[in-house]
Every structure is written in C-alpha cells, then in structure tokens.
C-alpha cells in the first residue's frame, strides 16, 4: 500500500510516488529516463529520446479530436537535491520518504521534487487515461533543467508539430506565467599567489542569512553572503593586520548565498580586535537588514598557531576587491511593465583554490542588451583585477505576447474550474524553459501553470494536495476546449 493512496487525483499521485523513488537530481536522470521510455512501450505509446536524455511522449487525439492540432505539454524531470544536515540520504540511490500532513504533502529531511515532479505526474496522469478528452499530445520531459535549462537548450524542437504549449514549472496555483528573463552563468577566475606565514588561525563564519532563489527573491533584497564576507573582510584591514587564507560561500550561480567562510591569519594580540569587529559588523548588517533579513550572525574562532599558506598581498587586494565590486542584486526596474525586475545579478559562489580564486555569477534580464552589458561589466572588473570570465547556459527571454489565443482560453477555463476567480497573469524575473522553445519553434503560443507550492529547492519543501487537484481539473479543462 502506498504512502499516497487516496489521495485525489488518485493517478497524479499514484505516479509522483512512483517517481519519487526514483533517483532524478540533476545529472542523474537516467533511470528516470528508462522509466519513461517503459512507461510509453508498455502503452503502445510512439516516444523518442535523444542524446540529452530528453524524451517526448506522443499521445493521438481522442475520439472527436484526431484532426486537431497538436499540443505540446512540457515539463522537466530533474529536480534539486537538498537535505537537512542531520539526515542521511544518498539521491544518487534512495527514494523519498513520503509524508502527509493534512493537505500538504513532503519528503521526511529531504527535498520533495514537487518542482517538477508534479508536471511528470500530471503528464502521466494524461497519457495513462483514456477517458480524458484531449488534442494530439506531444509530452516533453526535459533534463537537468535545474542546472542551467541543460536538456531544453539542447533539445530538438523539429520533433515537435505543436505550436500550442502548456508548461506546466510553476508554483502557484491561478498563477498564468506568460514571460520570462533570460539569463547566464558567467565564471571569473583570478589567479592567485600564496606564500608561508605563521600566526593565529582564525575562521570568520556570516550565517543564518534567508538565501533563496536568486530570480524569484532577488527583488526582495535579500542580503548575500559572499558580499557581506567582502565588506567585512575590506573593513577589518583598517582594524587590524591579517593574512587571507581563504573565502568561500554559496554552492548554486542561481540562489543567494545564505552563509560565507573567512580562515585569516593574524597575530594573537590581535584576536580581540577583530571579534569587537566581527560583533559591530554584526550589529550594523542586521540594522541595514532589519525587517529583511534580521537572522544574520558574525561568528569568529580561534585555533592554534601554526604555520600556514596564505594569499600574498596583491592577490589579497584582487580578491576583496572582486567581493566589493562584483554586481549584485536588482540593476534596472522595466519601464514597460509594471514592478517587473528587468535586469539583475547573484553572487553565488565563491571558492578560494591553491592557485585560483573561482567566483559565479547568474545574470538575469528580460532585454539581452542589458544582460550582455551587465556581463561585460563583470568582464571588466575581471580583468581589471588580472582574470577572465566564461559565460555559459545562455537562454533567451520569454517575451510576453499582446495576443494569445490559449491566454485567453485558460483564463475563462480558470474561471469556471474556480468558481469565478480570476487569474493573475504574470511575467517573471526568473528563467523558464518556455523562452528556448518560444525561439525556435515560430509562433508557440505559451503559458506555464502549476499548484502551490513552498520552499522548493529546500529540505522544507512542500505541495499542496488539493491545488494539485484544482491545477490538474484546469489542465483537463484545457485540453477538452482545444479542440
């Protein structure tokens, strides 16, 4: 007996279990894939997978909908892997251990994969019932989305005959996303020298900070990290004199940072300079934060002296000043569309090496001109501090159509499934996998959907029952009026 039987729908749940023990973070979706590829042969289902290890499902029309045209239904099945640091959890391997706590369902310590294993299971859920009304299906399920859009930016859309697609990556339910940012990752590296020196080992430790999803809470101003860790460690060089051994924080380009690491060397008279610093310092960030980010902690500990390897002077400066210097944060409000965040950059991680200091960061816009002039911006600076960039995972934005037919045949839908509510249409500052099928495919008409859900990409992550209920009548709803 499942964990998830009677829950309702019962084969949308039904097969979020299935998947749920199924190994799917990112880079290992491989068996996930198998599954799939099962899941279609074993329904007489044509299905194609390609070298990426995406795979689409095709589904002929029902009776009455054979010569309409196709839609496509499109979702990713990777999902992030996070745990609780008490738990012991290997995703290359286990499953999840399902939990049902009245109308919220979650994984016990762990990551629950709703995004997006809700889209996979609401897929399934189609494909595997007959009775559901619907046009000719094209069901894509990507990979590695989570890492970069990886399978989407390599998938081959001249498999698709849809120009109709519903995406169903969203997270909150009478939500209609319509537009996205586009986005990067660019890398800086720097070089760096590292010579002896003796003295007092101290370790400087920022956390407790509410981190979060770098494109859908970066308008809330959220502190980060990595850049307090800079300003900290600029500030203490008028305190007291010490040797950098090593900074890092944050390990995602696309989440804000929520803690940062320090190892300092420095004399031992000197110790109780920098913790009076470090309580300062931890005064002042949590009255700029008040009200945003109040939790922030400056922690400092001592060990023993000894002899240790640590930056030479000049590589010091370059990184402290890449840590103040590096863009973060919103850039530029849209002046076309109302409280949407049009361009922005996330310090995501930082990582000090033996002869390299590695910094990340995810540019975000939904105009290019100014995501490649916010990337140029970070070229310059590393260059000027004597390293380079590497951009990676481009995709385009998903620019928001004046006129779209299924648009407009989800809102009267919603309103009905809903009993006259109305839905929000939205355009978002975070990446969808809509903007690389929008530009290669002429004319797709898009919207993305999903049920409410909470704390994704985190161990608190959770889905609500009953609005993946609601979301999967709408999406029935939807297919039934495509005729």
């Known amino acids: 007996?499942?964990?998830?039987?009677?829950?309702?729908?019962?084969?949308?749940?039904?097969?979020?279990?299935?998947?749920?023990?199924?190994?799917?973070?990112?880079?290992?979706?491989?068996?996930?894939?198998?599954?799939?590829?099962?899941?279609?042969?074993?329904?007489?289902?044509?299905?194609?997978?390609?070298?990426?290890?995406?795979?689409?499902?095709?589904?002929?029309?029902?009776?009455?909908?054979?010569?309409?045209?196709?839609?496509?239904?499109?979702?990713?099945?990777?999902?992030v892997c996070a745990k609780r640091p008490d738990v012991e959890h290997d995703f290359?391997?286990?499953?999840?251990?399902?939990?049902?706590?009245?109308?919220?369902?979650?994984?016990?310590?762990?990551?629950?994969?709703?995004?997006?294993?809700?889209?996979?299971?609401m897929m399934l859920a189609v494909l595997d019932d007959s009775t559901i009304p619907h046009p000719p299906l094209e069901c894509v399920f990507t990979?590695?989305?989570?890492?970069?859009?990886?399978?989407?930016?390599?998938?081959?859309?001249?498999?698709?005959?849809?120009?109709?697609?519903?995406?169903?990556?969203?997270?909150?339910?009478?939500?209609?996303?319509?537009?996205?940012?586009?986005?990067?990752?660019?890398?800086?590296?720097?070089?760096?020298?590292?010579?002896?020196?003796?003295?007092?080992?101290?370790?400087?430790?920022?956390a407790g900070l509410k981190g979060g999803h770098s494109g859908s809470k970066i308008g809330e101003c959220r502190a980060n990290a990595d850049k307090l860790m800079g300003r900290l460690l600029n500030g203490l060089l008028d305190i007291a004199a010490y040797s950098l051994e090593s900074v890092s924080g944050g390990d995602k380009d696309n989440a804000i940072p929520y803690s940062a690491k320090a190892h300092l060397v420095a004399d031992e008279e000197d110790y109780s300079l920098i913790e009076k610093y470090a309580e300062k310092f931890q005064r002042d960030v949590r009255a700029e934060y008040a009200g945003i980010d109040d939790g922030i902690t400056v922690t400092v500990e001592r060990g023993v002296v000894h002899r240790m390897d640590v930056l030479t002077p000049d590589s010091q400066d370059r990184v402290i000043?890449?840590?103040?210097?590096?863009?973060?944060?919103?850039?530029?409000?849209?002046?076309?569309?109302?409280?949407?965040?049009?361009?922005?950059?996330?310090?995501?991680?930082?990582?000090?090496?033996?002869?390299?200091?590695?910094?990340?960061?995810?540019?975000?816009?939904?105009?290019?001109?100014?995501?490649?002039?916010?990337?140029?911006?970070?070229?310059?600076?590393?260059?000027?501090l004597g390293g380079s960039i590497h951009v990676s995972g481009e995709y385009p934005a998903w620019e928001f159509r004046q006129e779209s037919r299924l648009r407009d045949l989800m809102v009267r839908k919603y309103r009905e499934v809903s009993g006259g509510k109305e839905p929000v249409i939205d355009i978002i500052h975070a990446g969808l996998e809509c903007g690389l099928f929008a530009s290669r495919i002429r004319g797709l008409d898009a919207v993305s959907i999903g049920p409410d859900m909470k704390d994704i990409h985190t161990s608190d992550e959770k889905l609500s029952i009953s609005s993946t209920a609601r979301t999967f009548d709408l999406l029935k709803a939807v297919l039934e009026a495509l005729k």
């Not at 997978?49 to 499109?74: C, F, R, W």
């Not at 997270?171 to 020196?197: H, M, P, Q, W």
């Not at 949407?340 to 590695?358: D, Q």
Request: proline share 3%; hydrophobic share 40%.
């Open 1 to 79: 007996m499942g964990v998830l039987e009677g829950l309702e729908p019962a084969r949308v749940f039904d097969f979020f279990e299935q998947i749920s023990n199924i190994p799917r973070g990112s880079g290992n979706t491989a068996a996930m894939l198998d599954y799939l590829k099962n899941f279609a042969k074993e329904r007489k289902l044509e299905s194609k997978a390609d070298n990426a290890g995406n795979i689409v499902i095709y589904a002929k029309g029902t009776p009455g909908y054979e010569k309409s045209s196709p839609v496509i239904l499109q979702g990713h099945m990777d999902m």
């Open 92 to 121: 290359t391997k286990d499953g999840l251990d399902l939990t049902v706590d009245e109308d919220w369902l979650y994984a016990e310590g762990t990551s629950l994969g709703g995004d997006d294993g809700a889209a996979v299971a």
């Open 143 to 206: 990979t590695d989305e989570e890492i970069g859009l990886i399978g989407a930016e390599k998938f081959d859309c001249s498999v698709l005959k849809g120009r109709t697609m519903i995406n169903l990556d969203s997270e909150e339910e009478g939500v209609f996303t319509c537009g996205c940012a586009g986005g990067a990752r660019v890398d800086t590296i720097l070089s760096i020298e590292k010579n002896k020196l003796k003295g007092l080992p101290i370790l400087i430790t920022i």
């Open 321 to 384: 000043h890449y840590l103040m210097f590096a863009p973060q944060g919103v850039r530029m409000m849209s002046g076309t569309v109302k409280g949407l965040i049009e361009t922005s950059s996330n310090l995501g991680i930082v990582r000090t090496g033996e002869k390299e200091f590695a910094a990340t960061e995810s540019v975000r816009s939904s105009v290019g001109a100014s995501r490649r002039a916010l990337t140029d911006e970070i070229r310059a600076l590393s260059e000027m």
